[in-house]
């Protein structure tokens, strides 16, 4: 199987542009999904099928893809945003995650 | 607005069997896919595998020879075994209700409702 790499960390300041990346040779072939986990909570699907957006998640959230890379992208970040992010896929018919970023708000 | 709540023994013995069962509230366990995921301590999340509810199950194979998953539509419950446990297998583990389907670029498959998670600890 495959792997999903995604940085360790990103750190932005408050109304700054974070963007976190997940890398994998077989994302031009399967869609992509973002997932958002507050400290001791469960995650919190943000992103699927590369860009689109569940309902109430707000509209900074925003997912791109280009090649084996996809981007998750949030614009005017809020302290509310810190978070670890995770990036997922698929093989085969099985679910893979990226190993996840922590986002910081300076 | 369909909730998930996961329930077991918060502590399991080395080489025995991990038992948990997930009750899904608000809605019908029919007609879509359940799913397990578990994350150590400090670490990432880890997809175990799934069950239709049907009965048609899909399991990670880096832990196939393992894993159980089954379900009881009767209770519209569904449950997860793991066998000969290590305490590499102490995490948080996960329900979810998985979406599966596929357009005419690609399958797709991602978990959309989560339960809260549950600590299970491997320990003599």
């Known amino acids: 199987s495959y792997e999903l790499t995604q940085p360790p960390s990103v750190s932005v300041s408050p109304g700054q542009t974070a963007r976190i990346t997940c890398s994998g040779d077989e994302l031009p072939k399967q869609y992509a999904y973002w997932y958002q986990q507050k400290s001791g909570q469960a995650p919190v699907l943000v992103i699927y099928?590369?860009?689109e957006r569940p309902s109430g998640i707000p509209e900074r959230f925003s997912g791109s893809s280009s090649g084996t890379t996809v981007t998750l992208t949030i614009s005017g970040v809020q302290a509310e945003d810190e978070a670890d992010y995770y990036c997922q896929s698929g093989d085969n018919s099985n679910v893979l995650f990226g190993g996840g970023t922590k986002l910081t708000v300076l | 607005q369909v909730q998930l709540q996961e329930s077991g023994p918060g502590l399991v013995k080395p080489s025995e069997t991990l038992s948990l069962t997930c009750t899904v509230s608000g809605g019908s366990i029919t007609y879509y896919y359940w799913s397990w995921i578990r994350q150590p301590p400090g670490k990432g999340l880890e997809w175990i595998g799934y069950i239709y509810s049907s009965g048609s199950t899909n399991y990670n194979p880096s832990l196939k020879s393992r894993v159980t998953i089954s379900v009881d539509t009767s209770k519209n419950q569904f449950s997860l075994k793991l066998n000969s446990v290590t305490a590499a297998d102490t995490a948080v583990y996960f329900c979810?209700?998985?979406?599966?389907?596929?357009?005419?670029?690609?399958?797709?498959?991602?978990?959309?409702?989560w339960g809260k998670g549950t600590t299970v600890t491997v320990s003599s």
């Open positions: 099928k590369d860009s």
């Open positions: 979810a209700r998985e979406v599966r389907g596929y357009t005419q670029l690609h399958y797709y498959y991602y978990m959309d409702v």
